[in-house]
């Protein structure tokens, strides 16, 4: 089954922001009507209207796609804020929780180390989650039929 799409939550001093941000933005815009583009790199990112973000690996000509992943999410919230100069974005990103760990990519900086580039590990937030941490952990055994 697909995994939920990772959702931020628009406040409304953002609207008027992301209201500018808009406007041609191309082949995009068939993808997500009324969305922002926040980066035109390799890996392309649209924020939606409804906090939703959309993803092309431009590299490999993939197709679009609803990021799920937190992490994802927000390394392209933060590449947009840096590009499309719009620290308002900034806004969307969680507060770091209670038990989260430093993340190892960066040393908790939210940038890597020597390149200065965003940390996609932990989407330059600097941490990660706990759940995230045991990704590699042995999956829970589930009852059939969940
Ligand atoms: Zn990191």
């Given at each position: 089954?697909?995994?939920?799409?990772?959702?931020?939550?628009?406040?409304?001093?953002?609207?008027?922001?992301?209201?500018?941000?808009?406007?041609?933005?191309?082949?995009?815009?068939?993808?997500?009507?009324?969305?922002?583009?926040?980066w035109p790199g390799m890996l392309v990112g649209?924020?939606?209207?409804?906090?939703?973000?959309?993803a092309c690996d431009t590299f490999s000509?993939g197709?679009?796609?609803?990021?799920?992943?937190?992490?994802?999410?927000?390394?392209?919230?933060?590449?947009?804020?840096?590009?499309?100069?719009?620290?308002?974005?900034?806004?969307?990103?969680?507060?770091?929780?209670?038990?989260?760990?430093?993340?190892?990519?960066?040393?908790?900086?939210?940038?890597?180390?020597?390149?200065?580039?965003?940390?996609?590990?932990?989407?330059?937030?600097?941490?990660?989650?706990?759940?995230?941490?045991?990704?590699?952990?042995?999956?829970?055994?589930?009852?059939?039929?969940?």
């Open positions: 089954m697909a995994a939920r799409a990772y959702r931020f939550a628009i406040f409304d001093e953002l609207r008027p922001v992301l209201a500018r941000m808009q406007g041609p933005i191309g082949e995009w815009d068939d993808v997500v009507p009324g969305g922002v583009m926040l649209v924020l939606a209207p409804d906090g939703r973000v959309f000509d197709p679009w796609y609803e990021v799920t992943a937190e992490h994802e999410a927000c390394f392209l919230i933060v590449l947009g804020a840096e590009y499309r100069a719009a620290p308002e974005l900034l806004g969307l990103l969680p507060l770091r929780p209670a038990g989260a760990t430093n993340c190892a990519g960066c040393g908790g900086t939210g940038h890597e180390r020597g390149t200065g580039w965003v940390c996609f590990g932990c989407g330059s937030l600097g941490w990660v989650r706990v759940e995230a941490e045991s990704v590699t952990a042995p999956a829970p055994v589930r009852p059939p039929g969940r």
